[in-house]
């Protein structure tokens, strides 16, 4: 907790117009989040804080996880997985879709020029004016199919879904 994230300004400015005290918590919490380029469960915000030796319980990380899902610098997954995953929103790659490994877990990023053209053009059909999209691909990941995991055959659901 050495250095100010710009970002954790942003969050300290969207808070005092809602009127809420900025807490030596919050910005904890939302440090460890802008500090990350992963997809964080509560569970990893929570040990993160607990390295950096900071004792925030569960029901204030996710009381500020909100906040930072409203101030809209903090976007939340829901990959399937029984609980929720955040990521700060102005990473360097501000539009990305994901690779969900089914077998570990592991949430990788990528960027498709194809997939951006996909939806001015489907904007454009239907004259739509697309604000984001969502593509989400799960399987296994590399690791995974080299350490000899096999998809399961039957009742395999490939859930992608466009918002
Ligand atoms: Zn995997
Ligand atoms: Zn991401």
């Known amino acids: 907790m050495t250095t100010t994230h710009p970002f954790l300004r942003l969050f300290s400015r969207y808070l005092r117009e809602q009127g809420l005290p900025i807490t ?3 910005e904890a919490v939302a440090q460890t989040v802008f500090s990350s380029t992963d997809h964080l469960s509560v569970e990893d915000i929570e040990g993160c804080l607990r390295e950096d030796g900071e004792r925030i319980g569960k029901a204030t990380i996710y009381r500020t996880l909100d906040l930072l899902v409203n101030s809209k610098l903090v976007e939340e997954h829901d990959f399937g997985e ?29 960027r498709s020029e194809e997939v ?17 999209h969502r593509l989400e691909i799960y399987g296994l990941c590399r690791n995974c ?11 395999i659901s490939c859930p992608i879904d466009s918002v």
């Open 116 to 132: 951006e053209h996909v939806e001015s053009r489907v904007a454009s059909e239907y004259g739509f004016a697309p604000s984001r």
């Open 24 to 26: 030596h918590q919050r």
């Open 82 to 110: 029984g609980f929720k995953r955040y990521e700060h929103r102005l990473s360097r790659q501000p539009v990305h879709e994901h690779l969900i490994c089914l077998e570990c877990g592991k949430v990788t990023e990528f």
């Open 145 to 155: 199919r080299s350490a000899g995991v096999e998809l399961p055959t039957t009742g």
